[in-house]
């Protein structure tokens, strides 16, 4: 039972992060600057999205998702079915 839920939590984290991971593919060689007004200087960053960070990513929502998974998966699973049935 646990399992299952377990499951469903890491179907739903590694959806989330795939999908984050196409979202943010767009931005890759985007650069962008910070200027310092106290020196007039200012300072480029450029965004550079490389496969290492999106399967990073992607294992940090699965991490994620058995973090946030787990309680309530342990929780349903010793919880009695009908009894929470009745309190639906």
């Known amino acids: ?19 984050g991971c196409l979202a943010v593919l767009p931005l890759n060689g985007l650069t962008t600057q910070a200027l310092n007004f ?19 990513g992607v294992v940090f929502a699965l991490v994620m998702g058995v973090l946030g998974g787990l309680p309530p998966a342990i929780r349903a699973a010793s919880s009695p079915v009908a009894s929470t049935l009745r309190s639906l």
Do not use: P, R, Y
Not at 38 to 50: E, P, R, Y
């Open 38 to 56: 106290q020196t007039f200087s200012s300072l480029a960053f450029a965004f550079k999205i490389t496969f290492d960070l999106l399967v990073g």
């Open 1 to 19: 039972m646990i399992f299952s839920f377990l499951v469903e939590a890491l179907l739903i984290s590694f959806l989330g992060g795939v999908l």
